[in-house]
């Protein structure tokens, strides 16, 4: 079983910037892709980045590419998102996902479910 941790959810003005961070504890060995998403209330939980553990290649969606970049700590089994140039609509509770689960970018993105693992969420607000 694995359980995830996310912090550093902040409130900051457009054009900010901040880093999530997702700390996964337990059984950690067999995952195979870390994602983040976001959710706002009434709507879908969107995919919006994500990496395989080994090898590191990543995936963004498009309204977030070249602002934000997902990397990953082995040494410390953590996981981070730097979020650059945040507009209004990045407003969101923010969720990292893992999973065991082998798939393709695309489906990181698009499929929520295939992750199996998932932390509280962290509040990220992008006001003026």
């Known amino acids: 079983h694995v359980q995830l941790v996310e912090s550093g959810g902040v409130s900051v003005p457009p054009g900010g910037s901040m880093t999530l961070s997702c700390t996964p504890s337990g059984y950690t060995t067999r995952t195979n892709c870390m994602g983040w998403f976001r959710q706002t209330p009434g709507k879908e939980r969107e995919g919006v980045a994500g990496?395989?553990?080994?090898?590191?290649?990543?995936i963004y969606a498009d309204s977030v590419k070249g602002r934000f970049t997902i990397s990953q700590d082995v040494a410390k089994s953590t996981v981070y998102l730097q979020m650059n140039s945040l507009k209004p609509e990045d407003t969101a509770m923010y969720y990292c996902?893992?999973?065991?689960?082998?798939?393709?970018?695309?489906?990181?993105?698009?499929?929520?479910?295939?992750?199996?693992?998932w932390g509280q969420g962290t509040q990220v607000t992008v006001s003026s």
């Open positions: 990496i395989y553990t080994s090898g590191s290649a990543t």
């Open positions: 996902g893992a999973s065991r689960v082998l798939m393709t970018p695309t489906q990181a993105l698009t499929i929520s479910s295939l992750f199996r693992f």
